[in-house]
């Protein structure tokens, strides 16, 4: 027997429900508004971040950015799509009977470009995490072509373990006596894929994310005690060789110190870039990691469930926080990337103001 569930905003079957549907139908409509305020300027700047990273120095860290801003880029139009669909419904418009099932559907193909991103950024914490702990044992051990096939590798494997998720339910069209028109607001999932979605949903949804979470935090943690302990070693460095320097060799030593310091300076503006990436993609994606828990120990909050009108609400919370995240980097990379902003001032803002 299969199990048919409505996609609309609908009254609580099994009791009370935590937010009624006027109030849920409201926050709807005032999320979605937030999110393409956020979600829509992020499509732009994503292609910028894309564009740029292309056109400088490509290695490791630079490959994984754009991997990040290419799926970020993905997610922003899904995004955008799907909260555009939202406020479409929420008006009522006899041509908009079907977007809320289409949101569903393209809701998949945004949670699978945002497990991509969320893995991706995992890669850039552990590659940044490892070389500040271990500079000497990993200084060989990333470059581009490696990034690069750990980027494309970290895909197909997200795609390999989505794609069986599209193959438990399918689209329904049911026909509405009172237009004698058909609604396409169900979805069935077969039995024999009953199981297997929710071992999907406890895997994917739960276990990896609260993997990349923990793993993310550590590497955050460990590369802000690297930074800390590695300036404090070049502080006592420098202490101790200006102290035994001779005033014959003292130009000499502070051409060869002024060099040393750019070079380290530039080196340490890189790991803060990524770090200050990661950490925003840590704090931004905590409601997501609370959701996974809270949907384990608590089945009510699903679709169709009692504390439906709830999860849509906070599902498009987080899908807001989502949206922020992917508008935030692009500024990141122009605050500690000095290649990027030197060519986005040459290449894009001055063309902009010329024009």
């Keep these: ?138 200084r060989h051990a990333f470059n581009k072509n490696r990034s690069l096939i750990i980027c494309v590798s970290i895909s197909i494997v997200i795609l390999a373990l989505t794609l069986p998720r599209f193959a438990t339910f399918k689209l329904k069209t049911i026909p509405n006596p009172s237009d004698n028109k058909t609604t396409l607001i169900v979805f069935e999932y077969f039995d024999s894929w009953v199981t297997f979605d929710s071992f999907s949903m406890i895997f994917m949804k739960t276990l990896i994310t609260l993997t990349e979470w923990a793993t993310m935090v550590i590497c955050a943690v460990a590369i802000s005690f690297g930074m800390r302990s590695s300036m404090k070693l070049k502080q006592k460095s420098n202490s101790y060789s200006s102290q035994n320097h001779s005033e014959a060799d003292s130009k000499k030593g502070r051409e060869e110190k002024e060099e040393s310091r750019k070079k380290e300076s530039k080196e340490s503006l890189v790991v803060k870039q990524s770090l200050v990436v990661v950490l925003l993609h840590v704090i931004l994606t905590t409601p997501r990691v609370f959701a996974s828990l809270y949907k384990v120990f608590e089945p009510r909050f699903t679709l169709g469930g009692q504390y439906n009108n709830f999860f849509f609400v906070f599902c498009n919370c987080i899908n807001f926080t989502d949206s922020i995240n992917a508008f935030a980097n692009f500024f990141v990379y122009l605050t500690f990337n000095s290649k990027f902003r030197s060519y986005f001032s040459t290449h894009v803002y001055n063309r902009l103001v010329k024009n």
């Design 1 to 138: 027997m299969n199990v048919s569930t409505s996609l609309e905003i609908v009254a609580a079957p099994l009791g009370k429900p935590l937010i009624s549907i006027y109030i849920t139908n409201y926050i709807m409509v005032m999320l979605s508004f937030m999110i393409l305020v956020f979600s829509l300027p992020s499509i732009v700047l994503n292609i910028l971040n894309v564009y740029i990273f292309i056109n400088t120095k490509l290695d490791s860290v630079t490959v994984c950015f754009i991997s990040l801003a290419l799926s970020d880029f993905s997610a922003m139009l899904l995004i955008s799509i799907t909260a555009s669909f939202s406020i479409i419904a929420a008006f009522s418009a006899s041509w908009g009977r079907n977007l809320p099932t289409m949101s569903y559907v393209f809701a998949f193909l945004f949670l699978l470009l945002l497990d991509m991103s969320s893995a991706t950024t995992t890669y850039i914490a552990v590659q940044r995490g490892l070389c500040v702990a271990f500079p000497f044992l990993t």
